[in-house]
C-alpha cells in the first residue's frame, strides 16, 4: 500500500507543470506551422505570466480568509480544465483567424492561458494538499514534479521534435557579388544569333544550413499523449484525496477511543503520578502529528527568499538561454543537455529521499554550487555563437555537465526546503508555492526584455558557424 501511494502521489505531481513543459518541447514543430513562428515563444512567456493571477487570488483569499478555500475541489477544477485543453489542443492547435488584417493563432494562445492558469495554480494548491499526507510522500511528489518536465520531452524526442540536419543551399550572389555575362557581337556590331542564344551565367554562393527534419508523428498525437499524462493525474488525486480523507477520520476516531479510554483509567485509578488526561492527549498528537520544528523568522525569510531565487533561475532565466547556451555546441549537446537535465531533476530527488539533510548551511553552499554552474551556462549564452572551446569535444561535455549538476543541485534544495516547511505547517506550504510562482514571474520579466527587446544572445547555426581559433 506505501508503494501504491508512492505511485498515485508521483503521478500527482506531474500534473503540475506538464501542460506548459509539452508546449515548450513541442516549439519546433509548432513554429514552423502557426502564423506567428518564432514569435510564438515571446507570445508564450506573457500568456504565461498572465497566468499567474490564479496563484495570486488564492494567495490573497488565504491570506485574508484562511480556511475559506479547500484546496480539494480546486485541484478537481484545475485537473479538468487541463485534461479537457488537451483535448481541444489535439484538434484545434493549426486553427488560426484573422484578426486586423493578418493571420493569428488565437484558439492556441487561448488554450495556452487555461494550460498556465493550471499549472500556475498548482504551485499554491498540490503543496499545501501534500500536507494532508506523511511527509515521507513529499518527496515522491517531487519526483512526479520533475518527470512533468521529462516525460513530454521523451515523448518529444521519439516524436523527432527539434532534431536537425545540415543541408548544402545554393543561393543567388549579391547585387555587389561579379557577375559573368557572356555576350559578342560581329564586326557589323550585330549579334551573333548563337552567343545571344546562350544563358546568363551569374556566380551562386554555396552554404550549409539546419533543416529540421519531418517528425515520426503528428502534434495531434503529441496531444492526445500529453491529454491521457493529465488523465492519469486527474485519476492518481482520486485516490489520493479519498485516502487522505479515511486518514484523517481515523486519526479523528482514534483519538476519541483514547480519549474514551483514558477517562475510563481517571476515574478507576487515582495513583499519585498518574498521566493527566491533557498530558496524555498532548502526548497521543505527538505520535499521530510530528512535532512542528522550531525555526525562527530570519531563517523562515531565509528559506522563502531561497525558493524564490532557485526557482527563478530553473523556471524564468536559464530555460531562455538554453538554446543559446548549447547549439553553438551543435544539436548533439543541445539534445542531451536537455534531457540529461530533465532527468536530473526526479533523480535529485531520489538521491533526498534516501540521504537527506536540512542543514540551512548545508542547503546554502549547494545552492551557490548550483547557481555556478548556471552562471557558467548564461555566460556560454552570452558568448553565442562563439562560446568557450566551440568545436572541441571538450566545449560539448563541459555545456552538458553544467547543465545537468545546473538542475541537479537546485533540486536537491528545492526538495529538502518543502520538506522543511511541510515539517512546519499547511500555511508555509502554500507560502512555499507562492514564492515559487513569484521568482518564476520575476526570471521570466527580467529575461524577456533583454532575449526579445534588447537582443543580447545571438542565436547559433551550427552548420554554419564562423569563429576564429
Not at 84 to 105: K, N
Not at 423 to 440: H, K, N, P
Request: proline content about 5%.
Amino acid at each position: 500500500m506505501a508503494f501504491l501511494t508512492h505511485l498515485l502521489v508521483c503521478t500527482f505531481g506531474m500534473g503540475s507543470w506538464m501542460a506548459i513543459n509539452g508546449l515548450w518541447v513541442e516549439l519546433p514543430l509548432l513554429v514552423t506551422e502557426l502564423p506567428e513562428s518564432w514569435f510564438l515563444p515571446s507570445y508564450l512567456t506573457v500568456i504565461i505570466q498572465l497566468a499567474n493571477i490564479g496563484p495570486l487570488l488564492i494567495t490573497v483569499l488565504h491570506y485574508f480568509r484562511p480556511g475559506c478555500l479547500s484546496e480539494v475541489p480546486v485541484i478537481f477544477a484545475v485537473l479538468g480544465v487541463g485534461t479537457v485543453a488537451c483535448i481541444l489542443f489535439a484538434f484545434l492547435w493549426d486553427t488560426t483567424s484573422w484578426v486586423l488584417g493578418t493571420q493569428h493563432s488565437i484558439a492556441f494562445l487561448v488554450l495556452t492561458f487555461f494550460l498556465a492558469l493550471v499549472d500556475c495554480t498548482s504551485s499554491v494548491t498540490f503543496l499545501p494538499f501534500m500536507n494532508r499526507l506523511a511527509t515521507c510522500y513529499l518527496t515522491s511528489y517531487f519526483v512526479g514534479e520533475g518527470l512533468s518536465g521529462f516525460l513530454p520531452a521523451i515523448v518529444a524526442l521519439a516524436q523527432g521534435s527539434g532534431l536537425t540536419t545540415c543541408v548544402n543551399v545554393t543561393m543567388p550572389a549579391n547585387s555587389s557579388s561579379p557577375k559573368t555575362t557572356l555576350k559578342t557581337s560581329i564586326s557589323q556590331g550585330e549579334p551573333s544569333p548563337i552567343l545571344s542564344a546562350l544563358p546568363t551565367i551569374t556566380s551562386a554562393v554555396f552554404s550549409m544550413e539546419s533543416r529540421y527534419l519531418p517528425a515520426h508523428f503528428s502534434p495531434f498525437i503529441f496531444f492526445l499523449l500529453l491529454t491521457v499524462m493529465m488523465l492519469c493525474c486527474l485519476v492518481a488525486f482520486f485516490f489520493l484525496q479519498r485516502k487522505s480523507m479515511r486518514r484523517e477520520n481515523s486519526t479523528q476516531d482514534l483519538f476519541t477511543s483514547q480519549v474514551t479510554l483514558n477517562s475510563i483509567r481517571l476515574r478507576e485509578d487515582h495513583e499519585p503520578g498518574a498521566l493527566g488526561l491533557a498530558d496524555y492527549d498532548n502526548k497521543s498528537q505527538g505520535h499521530l502529528e510530528e512535532k512542528e520544528p522550531f525555526t525562527t523568522s530570519l531563517q523562515l525569510t531565509f528559506i522563502y527568499i531561497l525558493v524564490a531565487f532557485i526557482n527563478a533561475l530553473t523556471n524564468g532565466v536559464l530555460p531562455s538561454v538554453q538554446t543559446y547556451s548549447c547549439l553553438s555546441y551543435g544539436p548533439v549537446a543541445y539534445h542531451l543537455s536537455a534531457t540529461l537535465s530533465s532527468m536530473a531533476n526526479p533523480l535529485a530527488c531520489f538521491i533526498s529521499m534516501y540521504l537527506p539533510n536540512r542543514s540551512l548551511l548545508f542547503l546554502g553552499i549547494l545552492s551557490l554550487l548550483g547557481t555556478s554552474f548556471g552562471a557558467y551556462n548564461l555566460a556560454m549564452a552570452v558568448m553565442s555563437p562563439c562560446p568557450l572551446l566551440q568545436g572541441h569535444w571538450g566545449g560539448e561535455v563541459l555545456i552538458v555537465a553544467s547543465w545537468v549538476l545546473f538542475i541537479g543541485c537546485l533540486s536537491y534544495v528545492k526538495v529538502m526546503l518543502g520538506v522543511i516547511l511541510r515539517d512546519r505547517s499547511r500555511s508555509a506550504l502554500l507560502w512555499c508555492g507562492a514564492a515559487v510562482q513569484l521568482g518564476s514571474l520575476l526570471g521570466a520579466l527580467l529575461m524577456f526584455p533583454l532575449v526579445n527587446v534588447l537582443q543580447l544572445f545571438s542565436s547559433a547555426d551550427f552548420c554554419n558557424l564562423q569563429c576564429s581559433a
